[in-house]
């Protein structure tokens, strides 16, 4: 079974980027039938897509994020990234790292669901 | 961009009784590729991490007890938990997969009554 270990700081400047980082153990992450993706829960509040990954490199995102994410993929360290610039209090959050598994492809685009999280890292926003 | 709204916000159930949760998409989740709604849900536990249980609206995810169960149409959607259990207490989210950005409902807080 696959398994996500998220690691980085809790603790962010404003206007500095977040950097984190999830590791995947139990399998591979060149899968063909995953993506990898980032999420964030604001405290109290409820569930925000950030961006997937493929091991290709191909990446997706949350447009409202105004360009300021980047995910990343190292696939000799079975590893892929989330950097977030230019951070306010409103990027205060618990973020996952989530395994997409992928259910259905049809011309070029893939669809799927959240099937394996990391454990959540809480970043907060602060000087 | 597709909303998801779920109601009730919070629900109060007793243990063993019928606990019923709704979502409605803004627009329908339906894709005519192959004639399946790309609506999850999940469970979250306080301090973890989200657990999926359901996809194409009603397919449990491996593990997942069978009183959990999942129904709707093109907009309209409903996660029923047959008999409560005292670890059924969370909050239950929908999500759409059909276009991106993918998005949640608020979420829907379950409480034993």
């Known amino acids: 079974q696959q398994q996500l270990q998220q690691s980085g700081p809790g603790l962010v400047k404003p206007s500095e980027t977040l950097s984190l980082t999830c590791a995947v153990s139990?399998?591979?992450?060149?899968?063909?039938?995953?993506?990898w993706g980032w999420i964030r829960q604001p405290p109290g509040k409820g569930l925000g897509w950030i961006g997937n990954?493929?091991?290709?490199?191909?990446?997706y995102y949350n447009s409202s994020l105004k360009s300021r994410a980047t995910i990343s993929i190292d696939t000799s360290k079975n590893q892929f990234s989330l950097k977030l610039n230019s951070v306010t209090a409103a990027d205060t959050a618990v973020y996952y790292c989530?395994?997409?598994?992928?259910?259905?492809?049809?011309?070029?685009?893939?669809?799927?669901?959240?099937?394996?999280w990391g454990q959540g890292t809480m970043v907060t926003v602060s000087s | 961009d597709i909303v998801m709204t779920q109601s009730p916000d919070s629900l109060a159930v007793s243990l063993g009784e019928r606990a019923t949760i709704n979502c409605k998409s803004s627009?329908?989740?339906?894709?005519?590729?192959?004639?399946?709604?790309?609506l999850a849900w999940y469970q979250q536990k306080p301090g973890q991490p989200p657990k999926l249980l359901i996809y194409?609206?009603?397919t449990r995810e491996s593990g997942v007890p069978d009183r959990f169960s999942g129904s709707g149409s093109g907009t309209d959607f409903t996660l029923t938990i047959s008999s409560l259990q005292a670890e059924d207490v969370a909050v239950y989210y929908c999500?759409?997969?059909?276009?991106?950005?993918?998005?949640f409902g608020q979420g829907t807080k379950l409480e034993i009554k």
């Open positions: 989530a395994r997409l598994r992928a259910l259905f492809c049809s011309d070029g685009n893939c669809y799927g669901v959240f099937d394996i």
């Open positions: 139990g399998g591979s992450i060149n899968s063909s039938s995953s993506f």
């Open positions: 990954i493929y091991f290709t490199g191909n990446t």
């Open positions: 627009q329908t989740v339906l894709h005519s590729s192959n004639n399946k709604k790309y």
């Open positions: 194409w609206a009603s």
């Open positions: 999500q759409q997969y059909y276009s991106s950005p993918y998005s």
